[in-house]
């Protein structure tokens, strides 16, 4: 599985030129470092939130601080303007606490001087935590408390996908690995007895395996013994990255990557809504598992350009996709789709300024920046954009796809293949025949939380100060979804 045409080198990180513009961007990140997926709950833990807050504090030097290297065009630097920006996680609490401390290092408090209002009658209210600022997060549907789970395609809610990954458990690769790998896991057996059973230590748990003992080699853990040592290690993880490579894409079955191509649905739409916003919309922050970024590294031909795409990242890793110009832009002009051409980015671990993104090219093209059309084009090869589609794609034909199925013109017949144990190709979006008729699009599979529209609106009205002392208390009474996800956990 590994590699066979390992060619070309990522593209150096270009330097800015003077003359380009970026106009937006959408950055993509996992989470910081957290407790274990065998020792549920899993949490973020002090480091993890260092990690991400760091890593935001990159991101808020190189968009958004009035000196960033790449400021976004015309983006507020210190008080959030709630328009220009989107940030949305899954219902989980690791990936929503990542968020919110990523959040942090993109906009953090203002102090006295900024964050304070004056009333009509006078007085002068502050924001609590030295001006503290609000950023609404938005729940996405796939992948709800994935950091608890060992099973990640669960979380897609996607049959065919789930379908396609339990091959792998059959595929020729598995079997002989599992086979030929046992005697190394019997010899680390006695580091993780107690988490797992002498059954369970074999590779068909590769993942959660390793992710035990890679917590435990950063944290004084009481949950393993000694840790194997430094080589095992190293093949216990090369192992757990096999095994998940191999559940998140396969070049044949490309719907085993569903949660790839939603996220290249949501990465189209995020940029495009900069685009035909004419860049009221500037920048989208999304948090989710290591998962979608394998399968998108597969669907996306990234593994052709390095080997290391067929790693699990680093926890904090992002991937960046910048919208960007060399046309002149003013406040009154905005770029032709022509002149507007996307540059993808990507780092393992925690950005910093002494650690930052590298640029690659997407889809073979061995070009960077892609001009936008192409990009679009390219990512529209796997893209999974609609309800119908994802219907389709997926095999399922009950519930909120039943519905899909009858809007469209009662064609019910491709929904039979739910039973053919073979996955339907992942279908494009936007093609023939699908119609602003289907309900409810996928899409973005973002789902607004209605408290969050409507605080949003209120912020958006009545400024951030004075809407965060209703948070506050609303929050210790009612748990708002921003803060607290813990009841699905
Ligand atoms: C975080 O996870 C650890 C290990 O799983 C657990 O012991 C601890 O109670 C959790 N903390 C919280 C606040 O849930
Ligand atoms: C001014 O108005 C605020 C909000 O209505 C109130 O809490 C505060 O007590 C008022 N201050 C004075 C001096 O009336
Ligand atoms: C799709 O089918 C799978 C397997 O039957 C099921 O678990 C999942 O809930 C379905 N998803 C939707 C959105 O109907
Ligand atoms: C990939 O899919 C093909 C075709 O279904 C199958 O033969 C092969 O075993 C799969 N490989 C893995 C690693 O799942
Ligand atoms: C597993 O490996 C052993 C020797 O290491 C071999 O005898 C056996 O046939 C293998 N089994 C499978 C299913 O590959
Ligand atoms: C785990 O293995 C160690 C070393 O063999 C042993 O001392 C310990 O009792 C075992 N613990 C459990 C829970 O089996
Ligand atoms: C690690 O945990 C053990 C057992 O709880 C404790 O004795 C030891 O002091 C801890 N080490 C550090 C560096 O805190
Ligand atoms: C961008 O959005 C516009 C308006 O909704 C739509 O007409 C167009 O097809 C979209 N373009 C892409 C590439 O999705
Ligand atoms: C990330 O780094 C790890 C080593 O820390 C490596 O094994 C893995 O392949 C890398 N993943 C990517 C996508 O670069
Ligand atoms: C803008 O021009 C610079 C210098 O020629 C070039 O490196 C960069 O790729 C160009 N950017 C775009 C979006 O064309
Ligand atoms: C990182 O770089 C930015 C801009 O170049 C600078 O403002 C910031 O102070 C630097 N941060 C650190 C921690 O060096
Ligand atoms: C990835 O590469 C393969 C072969 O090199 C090509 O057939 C496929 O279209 C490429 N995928 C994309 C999304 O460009």
Redesign the pocket.
């Known amino acids: 599985m590994r590699c066979t045409t390992c060619l070309v080198a990522a593209l150096a990180v270009s330097l800015v030129s003077a003359q380009e513009t970026v106009l937006g961007a959408y950055i993509f990140s996992r989470h910081g470092d957290r407790t274990a997926k065998s020792t549920p709950p899993a949490n973020l833990t002090e480091l993890g939130y260092e990690e991400v807050f760091t890593s935001g504090t990159y991101f808020r030097n190189r968009y958004i601080a009035s000196g960033a290297t790449n400021r976004i065009l015309g983006i507020n630097s210190d008080i959030v303007k709630l328009s220009q920006i989107t940030a949305s996680a899954p219902v989980d609490n690791v990936l929503q606490s990542s968020a919110l401390g990523f959040l942090q290092g993109l906009y953090p408090p203002v102090g006295t001087q900024l964050g304070t209002n004056t009333l009509r009658n006078g007085t002068q209210v502050q924001a609590p935590l030295s001006g503290y600022q609000l950023i609404p997060l938005q729940t996405v549907e796939t992948g709800a408390n994935s950091e608890n789970s060992a099973w990640l395609q ?1 979380s897609t ?3 065919n996908a ?1 379908i396609s990954s339990n091959n792998y458990f059959t595929s020729t690769e598995y079997m002989s690995t599992l086979n030929n790998t046992q005697a190394l896991y019997n010899r680390i057996y006695s580091d993780v007895n107690k988490t797992f059973a002498q059954s369970q230590t074999s590779y068909k748990n590769a993942y959660t395996i390793w992710d035990l003992l890679n917590v435990a080699s950063i944290h004084n853990s009481t949950a393993t013994a000694p840790l194997p040592s430094d080589d095992d290690f190293d093949q216990l993880r090369y192992l757990a990255f096999q095994h998940e490579f191999g559940l998140a894409y396969n070049n044949s079955e490309p719907i085993r990557a569903i949660t790839g191509s939603i996220i290249a649905a949501e990465v189209i739409e995020g940029l495009n809504t900069t685009i035909t916003s004419k860049g009221k919309s500037k920048l989208n922050v999304q948090f989710g598992a290591y998962a979608g970024m394998l399968s998108f590294f597969g669907l996306a031909n990234l593994t052709n350009v390095n080997n290391d795409f067929y790693g699990v990242p680093d926890y904090a890793s992002t991937l960046t996709w910048e919208l960007v110009t060399n046309a002149t832009v003013t406040s009154t002009s905005w770029p032709s789709n022509d002149q507007i051409y996307v540059r993808f980015l990507f780092h393992n671990g925690t950005t910093s300024n002494t650690s930052q993104p590298v640029e690659y090219p997407l889809f073979n093209s061995n070009r960077s920046p892609l001009p936008w059309t192409d990009f679009v084009n390219g990512m529209n090869k796997f893209a999974i954009s609609d309800q119908r589609s ?2 389709n794609a ?8 039943s519905e899909a199925y009858l809007t469209a013109n009662g064609d019910g017949s491709s929904s039979s293949n ?1 039973a053919n144990g073979s996955p339907a190709p992942s279908s494009t979006s936007g093609s023939g025949g699908i119609s602003k008729a289907v309900a409810g699009v996928i899409g973005a599979m973002v789902t607004l939380a209605v408290i969050l529209l409507i605080e949003g609106a209120i912020v958006l009205l009545g400024g951030f100060r004075l809407v965060s002392k209703k948070r506050l208390t609303g929050s210790q009474s009612s748990g708002s979804t921003v803060q607290t996800s813990s009841g699905k956990a």
Do not use: I, P
């Open positions: 669960g809610n996607c049959a789930q994802w219907c997926c095999g399922n034909s009950t519930g909120v796809c739910t």
